[in-house]
C-alpha cells in the first residue's frame, strides 16, 4: 500500500475520531458530485485527496483504487492492461466511490448487476475513526449495507474492483419498435441471450422506440469504419440512435462498430439529451451540428453538472431514474406521458437484487418470493418552474411509483416524508448496522436525500433576486464551468491515448 494512501487515510480517521468523541455530525467533501440535490456546506470531512488508482493485477483480474478516481481515469489505466470493469457508469467524472455509495446501473447492469456487484472489498473508516475491511467474507453485512446507502455507514477510502476482458469495439445493433410494450418485451428478451454484452433502449415517443444491443468484438470487418461520439463534430449519441432508428424501417436492424471506450461514455456529450435544455434556456441559438460544434466544450457531463449546481436551477427541472418490474413498467410510462409528457425516456435493464438493500428491488410479479429484474426509467426534462406545481409534481410521481411497486435512485430530488420513506425500505436493518459500526455521526441517509424545498427562494435581498432572474442564473452556471476548467478533462481525455 502507497505511504501517500495510508497517510490520507490516518488524517480521514483521525478527524473522523474526533468528531465522533465530540458527538458532532459531518459530512463527506468529495471534490465534485452528480447528484441533482442540493449542496449542504455542514462539517465536513475532505476526502478529495484519495484520486489514486494503487495497483492493476493482471493475475487477479482486478485493480486496488481510491474512491474519488473518474471512470475516464480508471478505463484508461484498466484498457493498458486489456482490461475493464463489468460495470462503467456513462459519464467519466462519475467516481468510483460514487458507483459503489449510490446506485449505478448501466447497459451492463442486466447481466452484472449494479456497480457495487464489481467490488470485492471495501477499506471503510467506521464513525468512531476505526478503518476495517468489509467483503463477502469480512464485516459482510456492512459490505452489502454500504453499498448503495450514500456514504452514511462510513467512509470508504479503498475498494478493490473485479475486472474482465476489454475487446477493440463494441458492436452496437439498433432495432426500431412502434409502441411502448414492444420495447419493453424486446428489452426484456435481449437480456436473456447470452450473447448480449450491453442491452438499453430509448423511447422518442409512445409509438417509436430503439432498443439497443452491443456485443464486444476484436473483429471490424473490411470497409466498415468505426463510429466514434467524443468528437466536437460527432453526433450526440442520442441524435444518433434516433437517426439509426428512423432507417431502421420494416423491423429491420441497423449496427455500429463503435470503439470500446468510445461506447462507455457515449452519452457524455449532451448528458444524454439533457443538454438540449441549455439551448432552450437561452433561446437565442439554434440547436443545430454546427452550434453544438462551437459549443462542444460546455455541453460534456462534468460541464453541465458544474453549471447546474452554481445556476440552482435543479428546481423546475425532472432528474430522475425510477425502477419498476416489467409488469408495471408501461402503465408508469403512460403516466408520465401524460402527466409531464417528457420524451426521450432511457429504459436500462437491471438485474434483481436481494433485499434488505437501498438499491431499487421487487419480488413482483411474482410467484414466489424471490427477486426479480426491474427496468430502469430515466426521467429527465423540463417540470414545472413554479415550485409548488413542481414540489406537486415529485409527489404525484413518487405515490404513482409506489404504487406501481417501483424504488427511486436516490440521487435525485426526493420528497417522501420521513414516515413515507421507511415504509419503503428496512429501518431496523439499517439502524442496527449504524448501531454496530459507529455510524450515528454521519447523518442518515433520509437526511442525505430529503430536498428540504421551503429553504428555496427565501433570500429575499435584492442581490437573491437579481441571481433568480432569466438569464443570470444561466450566466452564474457558465462562469463557474468555466472556472472550474473541466472542459480540458474532456479535451485531453486519457482513454483516447490506449
Known amino acids: 500500500m502507497s505511504t501517500h494512501h495510508q497517510i490520507a487515510v490516518k488524517r480521514i480517521a483521525e478527524a473522523a475520531r474526533a468528531f465522533y468523541n465530540q458527538q458532532e455530525s459531518y459530512r463527506i467533501f468529495h471534490g465534485s458530485t452528480n447528484s441533482t440535490r442540493p449542496q449542504h456546506h455542514n462539517k465536513v470531512i475532505d476526502i478529495s485527496a484519495l484520486s489514486s488508482i494503487i495497483e492493476v493485477n493482471r493475475d487477479s483480474r ?34 468510483v466511490g460514487g458507483g459503489y455509495n449510490g446506485s449505478a446501473g448501466e447497459s451492463s447492469s442486466f447481466k452484472h448487476g449494479y456497480f457495487d456487484g464489481t467490488v470485492r472489498s471495501i477499506e471503510i473508516v467506521l464513525g468512531n475513526g476505526d478503518v476495517v475491511t468489509a467483503s463477502g467474507d469480512e464485516n459482510p453485512d456492512l459490505f452489502k449495507g454500504a453499498a448503495g446507502a450514500l456514504g452514511t455507514l462510513g467512509i470508504t477510502t479503498l475498494l478493490e474492483l473485479r475486472l474482465i476482458s476489454a475487446k477493440r469495439f463494441v458492436h452496437t445493433v439498433y432495432q426500431r419498435t412502434g409502441s411502448i410494450g414492444e420495447t419493453i418485451d424486446m428489452v426484456k428478451t435481449e437480456t436473456g441471450n447470452p450473447e448480449n454484452d450491453y442491452v438499453d433502449a430509448v423511447m422518442f415517443s409512445s409509438t417509436f422506440g430503439v432498443v439497443i444491443t452491443g456485443k464486444q468484438t476484436d473483429d471490424l470487418p473490411a470497409g466498415i469504419k468505426p463510429q466514434t461520439f467524443s468528437g466536437a463534430w460527432d453526433p450526440w449519441y442520442y441524435l444518433h440512435v434516433k437517426k439509426k432508428g428512423i432507417s431502421a424501417k420494416n423491423s429491420q436492424s441497423t449496427s455500429d462498430y463503435i470503439p470500446l471506450p468510445e461506447y462507455l461514455f457515449r452519452w457524455d456529450r449532451g448528458g444524454f439529451w439533457v443538454g438540449n435544455n441549455a439551448f432552450d434556456y437561452f433561446g437565442l441559438i439554434p440547436f443545430n451540428s454546427l452550434s453544438r460544434w ?12 458544474r453549471a447546474l449546481h452554481s445556476s440552482n436551477q435543479s428546481f423546475g427541472f425532472m432528474v430522475q431514474d425510477l425502477s419498476l418490474p416489467y409488469s408495471t413498467a408501461e402503465s408508469f410510462i403512460r403516466y408520465t406521458s401524460n402527466e409531464l409528457n417528457i420524451w426521450p425516456l432511457w429504459l436500462c435493464p437491471l438485474r434483481e437484487v436481494e433485499e434488505p438493500t437501498f438499491h431499487p428491488s421487487t419480488k413482483l410479479p411474482g410467484p414466489g418470493n424471490s427477486p426479480k429484474p426491474m427496468l430502469n426509467i430515466g426521467l429527465w426534462g423540463l417540470a414545472s418552474r413554479d415550485l409548488s406545481s413542481f414540489v406537486r409534481q415529485n409527489r404525484d410521481l413518487e405515490q404513482t411509483l409506489q404504487e406501481l411497486g417501483g424504488r427511486k435512485v436516490l440521487y435525485a430530488h426526493t420528497y417522501y416524508t420521513e414516515e413515507e420513506f421507511w415504509k419503503l425500505y428496512d429501518r431496523k436493518w439499517y439502524d442496527d448496522l449504524r448501531s454496530k459500526y459507529c455510524a450515528e ?23 437573491s433576486w437579481l441571481k433568480s432572474c432569466w438569464p443570470i442564473p444561466g450566466v452564474l452556471g457558465i462562469s463557474a464551468a468555466i472556472r472550474s476548467k473541466d472542459y480540458l478533462l474532456h479535451r485531453n481525455a486519457p482513454w483516447k491515448d490506449v
Open 62 to 95: 482486478s485493480v486496488l483504487v481510491e474512491p474519488n478516481v473518474p471512470m475516464d481515469k480508471l478505463i484508461a489505466t484498466t484498457l493498458r492492461h486489456g482490461l475493464i470493469p463489468p460495470v462503467v457508469m456513462e459519464f467519466p467524472g462519475i467516481t
Open 294 to 305: 462551437f459549443l462542444n466544450d460546455f455541453m460534456h457531463t462534468r460541464m453541465l453538472y
Open 441 to 463: 455521526s454521519l447523518p442518515t441517509i433520509y437526511d442525505k436525500i430529503n430536498v428540504d424545498y421551503r429553504k428555496h427562494g427565501q433570500d429575499s435581498t435584492w442581490k
